[in-house]
């Protein structure tokens, strides 16, 4: 199994920035990349960005692009997304998750996931 705990979340003004922190422990040789989603209530879960494991390759949700940077620190075995610019819209709960085998925008195929951390962007 792959444990996963978000950290940085809280309650910032529109236009700020906020870094979010993914800690992993366990069995991290089967992680593929890790993920960020999130999920505003009312919602369905909605992909955010993800960077393979070796940390070579970032993607990013249109949303996002532009706003948002993830990075992987190796020594720390810790995923940050760093958001700035941050909009109302951008307010939900943020999730980290492990994939396997490839990044997908598809929360169904990612297999562990973290508690989440709450983002509230105020206007």
């Known amino acids: 199994q792959v444990q996963l705990a978000e950290s940085g979340g809280g309650l910032v003004q529109a236009g700020t920035s906020l870094r979010l922190a993914c800690a992993t422990s366990?069995?991290?040789?089967?992680?593929?990349?890790i993920g960020w989603f999130r999920q505003a209530p009312g919602k369905e879960r909605e992909f955010v960005a993800a960077?393979?494991?070796?940390?070579?390759?970032?993607y990013y949700a249109e949303s996002v692009k532009g706003r948002f940077a993830v990075s992987r620190d190796g020594a720390k075995n810790t995923v940050y997304l760093q958001m700035n610019s941050l909009k109302p819209e951008d307010t939900a709960v943020y999730l980290c998750?492990?994939?396997?085998?490839?990044?997908?925008?598809?929360?169904?195929?990612?297999?562990?996931w973290g508690q989440g951390t709450q983002v509230t962007v105020s206007s």
């Open positions: 960077v393979s494991w070796s940390g070579g390759a970032t």
């Open positions: 366990g069995r991290t040789f089967s992680v593929y990349a």
């Open positions: 998750a492990t994939t396997p085998v490839e990044v997908t925008i598809t929360p169904a195929n990612w297999d562990y």
